[in-house]
């Protein structure tokens, strides 16, 4: 099936960085390769390298152990589809009217991520990087927001929010629906596609994707030029679904959803030994930075764990979007333990850019910053800057900033709270009586944030705009009141 697929597909046509202390090997490479590996909905405690013990994962252990560790990394939203969209444009959701995930079947409702923003895809690729994403997309799926009209070379996955696991399963419902004249196939039904073609993989879909992003590679490898490679996987996203040996691995664990989590995050490590094997055989490993991340807390209704983290996906607590992270760099990066300070996925954009050596276009806007200089200077590269975030409920809306040690919230229709998640990483003391001139400087830092924002382009779904503008959201005002009050 690989080798028929790599015919098919020939026809068709910093760092050192993230080093806290003393971590940065100080000679001149190459352009780095860039491989960012990305999961849907994995949880803060759901890596052995930040403290899994019933979750074995031992190839991603290795590779953190011999790169940077991040203990606060975050993503800019607690929901998938603005959380990726912060990653390729740099700029905070809210800001480009990205605050909700895209509905179903968007190829048919020509919605995406606005084409006035460039993605960092195409600034690679504008460079001379080949580059392919492997796995979800979630960006827009209608041919303008398409991933081969956003810098993307290869495209190889699915362009919804989801998709089932296993082919025989979805490939004949698939079959069925569509036979039957319905156009709105849910998308966890398609069949998967490179570059607009239709593809029939018969493989389990975490192993289908890890086997194209080894074929990426191997193939990118024997260009002059080097490569970005966006590996987005599926998993553990629901629906829970593994295979019957990798869950065999985990009998061990007695609560039947967090054994099928479990076995569908090793499913994952498994694959990234295949990406890590390609890489070596290609002579590419040593100059190949390899990030890797979740687009947002764990969902924690169905299998994951946040470790010591507060609440879960969709949340402004920490446990929402402080997410696992690492950068791996052999020529550039030496082995070292968490590096505490504060990153956001937000500085992928200008970061890579730099180590790439490609121009940002004139005028882009960017919420990010590039932090490999700051690095090298062994300074805190964020410093007292701070990271936000924001998420729209029926009639309200959630906050969270982190600045430095502390952390301010503003949850479920409850007063500000302030957090020192240095110590109290479980978000547990609320400490805004004591300073409360810190938090009113937060709160009025985050206000000024939300000036920013725009209406959203689009909603979930009907009755999430229906109840968007009966209730006049996004009513900033109510939200950012004394920041002891409610």
């Known amino acids: 099936m690989r080798k028929t697929l790599l015919v098919w597909i020939g026809a068709l046509s910093m760092v050192g960085f993230f080093a ?12 780095p390769n860039i491989v960012m590996i990305l999961c849907d909905d994995l949880g803060y405690g759901d890596v052995g390298f930040n403290g899994a013990t019933d979750i074995r994962t031992p190839v991603l252990d290795q590779l953190a152990a011999g790169g940077v560790r991040f203990s606060s990394a975050y993503v800019p939203h607690p929901f998938c589809g603005p959380s990726r969209a912060g990653m390729m444009t740099g700029r905070y959701p809210h800001t480009i009217g990205a605050q909700f995930n895209l509905p179903p079947n968007t190829a048919r409702l020509d919605e995406g991520i606005t084409r006035d923003e460039v993605f960092i895809s195409k600034v690679l ?20 927001y398409h991933p081969n009209q956003r810098g993307f070379d290869e495209f190889y996955g699915f362009l919804g929010g989801g998709h089932k696991y296993f082919p025989e399963e979805y490939l004949s419902k698939y079959d069925e629906q569509h036979g039957s004249g319905d156009g709105a196939v849910w998308d966890y039904l398609r069949p998967l596609e490179y570059n607009g073609h239709e593809v029939r993989d018969t493989a389990y879909l975490t192993d289908a994707l890890s086997h194209q992003a080894v074929d990426f590679i191997s193939r990118a490898a024997q260009l002059d030029n080097p490569f970005f490679l966006y590996l ?9 679904e593994a295979k019957a040996e990798d869950l065999a691995l985990f009998a061990e664990i007695e609560n039947p959803d967090r054994r099928t989590y479990a076995a569908m995050v090793y499913a994952v490590d498994r694959g990234v030994d295949e990406v890590v094997n390609a890489l070596k055989a290609a002579g590419e490993y040593d100059n190949t930075l390899i990030v890797f991340l979740s687009d947002n807390g764990g969902n924690t209704d169905h299998g994951a764990n946040n470790g010591a ?22 020529n550039q990066i030496q082995a070292h333990e968490a590096c505490e300070y504060t990153v956001s996925a937000l500085d992928f954009y200008p970061t890579f850019a730099a180590l790439a050596e490609a121009e940002i276009p004139s005028g882009k806007l960017l919420d990010g910053q590039n932090v490999w200089p700051a690095v090298v200077g062994q300074e805190d590269f ?17 906050v969270g900033v982190r600045q430095g040690q502390w952390k301010a919230v503003k949850a479920h229709q409850q007063s500000w709270q302030l957090f ?55 009513r900033l005002e109510e939200t950012f009141q004394s920041s002891i009050g409610q």
């Open 20 to 31: 806290c202390q003393q971590n940065v090997k100080r000679e001149t490479a190459s352009r």
């Open 125 to 144: 690729q504008v460079s001379g990087y080949h580059t392919g994403i492997v796995g979800k997309w979630h960006l827009g799926a209608a041919a303008p």
């Open 232 to 240: 987005a996987y599926n998993a553990p996203h629901v629906p829970l």
């Open 309 to 330: 983290l507060r609440e879960g996906k969709g949340s402004t607590y920490e446990g929402g979007y402080r997410v696992p992270m690492f950068w791996h760099w052999p």
């Open 382 to 398: 964020r410093a007292e800057a701070p990271l936000y975030v924001m998420r729209h409920r029926d009639g309200y809306s959630d």
């Open 420 to 474: 020192d998640v240095n110590q109290d990483i479980g978000e547990r003391k609320d400490l805004r009586q004591q300073y409360p001139a810190q938090l009113s400087a937060m709160v009025d830092s985050a206000e000024k944030w939300s000036e920013t924002h725009v209406q959203p382009l689009w909603f979930h779904n009907q009755e999430t705009a229906d109840r968007w503008h009966a209730d006049g959201m996004p």
